[in-house]
């Protein structure tokens, strides 16, 4: 039953896209809905996502893929590659869609989303919140949750109720309901937004085991012990707005790229070639939130699992002048590679990190800059706009290699049906005799 609720405090709901990556891979592949799915982390190595179905044969989050072979097996699991650039469009074509029906949409990450309600309590909220769930499967093919409250954690709590409680259909509007002591009370601690597992352990300890708990705790001795963050989330479990929305999401200060080979190396033109193909992700997110680098770290190391010869190293390379050009931190990052490198060692893993990062409009120049650096943002300029047009990749630079002997191994990977024109999904028909 819903109550008053203060005309200052406006409704948020939180829509979470429902076992997004194995959402997205039956979008495109029909016959896999109701069948258990995994999708595994680069390299094929372990569990990251899991369906329904698969959580239900007792397929673990994070487990080793060899650990899980048995129940696989079994229980004609369908396994797939992390499949990332699908995951993304999808995202994107989520979030576009939520933008229909609020003028602010906070994305919180790759699969949720907290809409601003306001201006919309004259309607019935949960009528228009099935509308909007119902919107985004109609138009991308993904089911979602909807849990709609006063504050954001109440509206996490909710729509937790929303997607495991099958009469909610996927909506659970919290908002105006005077007592939410039920819902409260049968969520654990360890299950509230911002509540880790040393915060729960702490918790615990003081007979705290429940958002009710929480709720009703002492706030001083929260604020002593969990800081002000911890206070936030208390107040907000009694329906006080204290955590505001964050449209535009902070510019990062530092910016990491890195991954493990689908097989080692040990010669060092191959590691340059992924060191620059590092550099080259890195400076392309750099440049998305318009910043420059005055610091650039590159690293490499053997397999510690393995028992073979070991090394681990790295280099911190302050850059002349701060800049987001792909082909002068390239140029820095090979001079890192050679001073670092060592023969006789199977690389296992490698990486950049930019990272002293600064506007680039505000960046510094030096009188002793001997580049060109309005030639130099030209051809940056360029490469990006080509490959935003035409597909990532389009245009790359020669020192990331072509045929890449160490790229990741991704031999379950489903293809790129949103973002490249080769791997479009192919429709036929065939005609038939009509009686």
Not at 357 to 367: C, D, E, F, G, K
């Amino acid at each position: 039953m819903e109550g008053k609720v203060s005309k200052k405090i406006k409704p948020v709901a939180l829509v979470d896209c429902n076992n997004f990556y194995a959402s997205c891979e039956r979008v495109f592949n029909p016959k896999l809905w109701g069948k258990p799915i995994v999708v595994l982390s680069n390299n094929d190595g372990m569990i990251i996502a899991r369906s329904n179905e698969a959580k239900e044969l007792g397929i673990k989050m994070g487990e080793p893929l060899f650990k899980a072979e048995e129940i696989i097996k079994k229980h004609n699991v369908y396994v797939f590659s992390s499949n990332y650039t699908l995951y993304g469009d999808m995202s994107h074509r989520v979030m576009t869609t939520l933008e229909h029906f609020s003028p602010e949409v906070e994305i919180y990450s790759i699969d949720e989303a907290f809409i601003n309600l306001e201006g919309f309590s004259h309607l019935d909220l949960t009528d228009y919140c099935r509308l909007i769930r119902n919107t985004v499967r109609k138009w991308t093919g993904i089911p979602v949750s909807i849990g709609i409250a006063e504050t954001k954690t109440l509206a996490k709590l909710a729509n937790r109720f929303a997607k495991r409680v099958p009469a909610n259909k996927g909506v659970l509007n919290l908002y105006g309901l005077e007592n939410k002591d039920y819902y409260l009370k049968n969520t654990d601690v360890a299950d509230i937004w911002g509540v880790g597992r040393q915060y729960t352990k702490l918790l615990n300890l003081q007979n705290i085991f429940t958002a009710y708990d929480l709720a009703n705790a002492n706030e001083k001795w929260i604020k002593k012990k969990m800081t002000v963050m911890g206070l936030r989330t208390a107040l907000e479990l009694k329906g006080i707005p204290c955590i505001e929305y964050e449209y535009f999401p902070p510019a990062k200060k530092a910016i990491v790229s890195s991954r493990s080979f689908g097989q080692t190396v040990q010669d060092i033109s191959s590691v340059k070639e992924a060191i620059a193909f590092f550099v080259t992700r890195a400076s392309e997110k750099m440049r998305s939130q318009k910043s420059s680098a005055n610091l650039l770290s590159v690293f490499l190391r053997t397999n510690p699992f393995k028992k073979e010869a070991q090394y681990h190293n790295g280099v911190l390379i302050q850059l002349p002048v701060p800049t987001d050009s792909t082909s002068e931190l390239i140029s820095y990052a090979m001079k890192g590679v050679e001073q670092i490198f060592r023969i006789g060692y199977k690389y296992y893993k490698v990486g950049v990190m930019l990272s002293g990062l600064v506007p680039a409009n505000r960046s510094q120049a030096s009188i002793f800059d001997t580049e060109d650096r309005m030639k130099m943002a030209k051809i940056t300029e360029v490469v990006d706009e080509v490959n935003k047009k035409m597909g990532s990749n389009t245009l790359f630079y020669a020192a990331t290699g072509i045929n890449r002997k160490w790229r990741t191994r991704a031999d379950m990977r489903t293809p790129k049906y949103t973002t490249d024109w080769d791997q479009l999904p192919l429709v036929s028909a065939k005609e038939i005799d009509i009686i």
